[in-house]
Structure formats: C-alpha cells, structure tokens
C-alpha cells in the first residue's frame, strides 16, 4: 500500500501563489508518475497536473497551462505543484494522485490518492 500526504496548501489572495507538496510513503520501492486534481465547491473532481515517473512526460489542464508547473521532487515518489496568478475559480481541495502504469494518461488510471488540502484564493 502506498499513502500520500499533501502539504503547502492555505489562502491566498488573487493573482498570488502556492506551492503545494506530495509525499508517498509506504510501497515505494517501485516508482509511480503522479497527478494532481481539484475539486472545488459543488463540482465534481477534474484533473489538473500529471508528471511520469521519470518526469519526462508533463501534462496540463487547459484551465492551469501556463499558471501552474508540476515538478517531481528531489526525493522519490515525491511531487510539487507551483501554482502562480490564482483565481478564485482555483478554490478547491487539491488531491495528490499516485499511478503505476501510464493507463489512460493522463486524466484517469490512478491507483492510490491523497485525503486532499485545501486552497482558498480570495478576491
């Protein structure tokens, strides 16, 4: 089993930033590409960021190209997503995403997700 715990979330003012964290531990022998996804108030949970395993593959949603940036970390199986000029349409819960396999990149095909964080931008 592997468990991932999000971290870096909080509030922050229109056109502000955050950086948010994901940490697997547990099962981490192997190495797992990762994604982040959002859920905000009354919506139902999208996808926002993926990166592979190696990093070498990246992909965006087009509501967060050219805002945000997903980066693996300096640790194995960890994560970063830098998140600049938020909008309040960004408010949601960020979930961490762990896969395995690049089944259904990079939307779906996730086998483990984080309890998720907050991040509230206010106007």
């Known amino acids: 089993q592997v468990q991932l715990v999000e971290s870096g979330g909080g509030l922050v003012q229109a056109g502000g930033s955050l950086r948010l964290s994901c940490a697997a531990s547990g099962r981490t022998t192997d190495s797992y590409g990762m994604g982040w996804f959002r859920q905000g108030p009354g919506k139902e949970r999208e996808f926002v960021a993926a990166i592979s395993w190696a990093g070498g593959s990246i992909a965006y949603a087009d509501s967060v190209k050219g805002r945000f940036i997903i980066s693996r970390g300096n640790a194995k199986n960890t994560v970063n997503l830098q998140m600049n000029s938020l909008k309040p349409e960004d408010t949601a819960v960020y979930y961490c995403?762990?896969?395995?396999?690049?089944?259904?990149?990079?939307?779906?095909?996730?086998?483990?997700w984080g309890q998720g964080i907050q991040v509230t931008v206010s106007s």
């Open positions: 995403a762990a896969r395995k396999f690049m089944t259904d990149w990079p939307t779906g095909g996730y086998d483990y």
